[in-house]
């Protein structure tokens, strides 16, 4: 199997999420980024739900490929297993989709897409501070920070949030991919 196609799949999991939400907000003009969460994108008010939804499960299958990816390529017992939580984030992302915003679950699911990739960010930092020292510390300061900001910050809606915790995941994907290539 050639998988110089999944080194990419996180950066393109984290460009294709952007892409997915900014078309729903521009075919959904009432949506407001300061009252509304990104998933109201998909519920039952908007135009055109699947665009949302059927986008993060197509996410969800890129961020998967990269949990992967990141098992196949790394030796370490707790990078692997901070890998394997970026496929259970994986698999909530794909069921934010499917229990879409409306439907009893949604709410759980999209809390634990976030706790797990948490949990993923800071297991796999943990696993790198013994490899690749900076890019571990980074790792770990991320989750650190990401989650106290999280926490502090009088967020003014459920959109500005999830916009914080897509942004640090992004911030990993790109952490995560540059201590693949410091391992080549």
Known sequence: MNINFLKYSG???????????????????WFVFTRNAFSD????????????????????????LYGIYLVIV?????????SSFVMVAAIFLSLIGIY?????????VSTWFFIQ?????????????????????????LFIIATLVAIVVPWPSAATIEAWG???IDVWVILSYLSIINKN
């Not at 999991?13 to 075919?27: D, E, P």
């Not at 879409?100 to 759980?108: Q, S």
Request: zero cysteines; hydrophobic letters at 55%.
């Open 166 to 168: 897509i942004s640090a």
């Open 41 to 64: 994108l998909g519920g039952p008010i908007a135009k055109d739900p699947w665009l949302y939804n059927y986008g993060l499960i197509i996410v969800a299958i890129f961020t998967f």
């Open 117 to 141: 990739f948490d949990i993923a960010i800071l297991t796999y930092g943990i696993g790198l501070l013994m490899k690749i020292k900076k890019l571990g510390i980074s790792m770990i300061l």
């Open 100 to 108: 879409h915003e409306g439907t009893y679950p949604h709410v759980f």
């Open 74 to 82: 790394n030796e370490g017992k707790v990078e692997i297993v901070g």
């Open 11 to 29: 950066i393109i999991a984290a460009i294709l999420a952007w892409l997915v939400i900014f078309l729903s907000i521009f075919i959904n003009p």
